[in-house]
């Protein structure tokens, strides 16, 4: 079984030890539109349901402004593989769990606006 068909934490060895395991992107991922780049390398991007993902572009990355990246919302605090499907370039990504934010929410809900679970597949 190849690691692109594997669901992540399930047990089993990984070819590439060492490394980050492949991300199997087509369970559970998400597709987020790049909307933000800052000098320090600040990414936020944002989801078809208006959920913000704020994550560090790796140096050297091809992500530009309009690109498509394709992501795995429920992986938080730990590298994860992602893919900028503008490109088709692969690059690990750490979405931080303080980083997720539901912009539907008002500014004044409070200190967080992470969406629930259910609210992160919502249309």
Same mark, same amino acid.
Not at 49 to 78: C, K, M, Q, W, Y
Not at 83 to 99: A, C, H, I, P, Y
């Given at each position: 079984?190849?690691?692109?068909?594997?669901?992540?934490?399930?047990?089993?060895?990984?070819?590439?030890?060492?490394?980050?395991?492949?991300?199997?992107?087509?369970?559970?991922?998400?597709?987020?539109?790049?909307?933000?780049?800052?000098?320090?390398?600040?990414?936020?991007? #944002?989801?078809? &349901?208006? $959920?913000?993902?704020?994550?560090?572009?790796?140096?050297?990355? +091809?992500? @530009?402004?309009?690109? *498509?990246?394709?992501?795995?919302?429920?992986?938080?605090?730990?590298?994860?593989?992602?893919?900028?499907?503008?490109?088709?370039?692969?690059?690990?990504?750490? #979405?931080?769990? &303080?980083? $997720?934010?539901?912009?539907?929410?008002?500014?004044?809900?409070? +200190?967080? @606006?992470?969406?629930? *679970?259910?609210?992160?597949?919502?249309?």
């Amino acid at each position: 079984m190849s690691n692109r068909s594997r669901i992540r934490g399930l047990p089993g060895r990984l070819s590439n030890p060492g490394q980050v395991p492949y991300l199997a992107l087509d369970l559970k991922t998400m597709i987020v539109r790049v909307q933000a780049l800052r000098a320090e390398g600040a990414c936020e991007a #944002l989801s078809a &349901n208006d $959920i913000l993902f704020v994550f560090t572009a790796p140096a050297g990355s +091809t992500i @530009r402004l309009g690109h *498509e990246v394709e992501l795995d919302p429920l992986v938080r605090d730990r590298p994860q593989k992602a893919r900028d499907v503008s490109t088709g370039v692969e690059f690990t990504l750490v #979405l931080k769990d &303080n980083n $997720i934010h539901d912009i539907r929410l008002p500014s004044g809900h409070g +200190t967080c @606006r992470t969406p629930s *679970e259910a609210r992160l597949w919502a249309a």
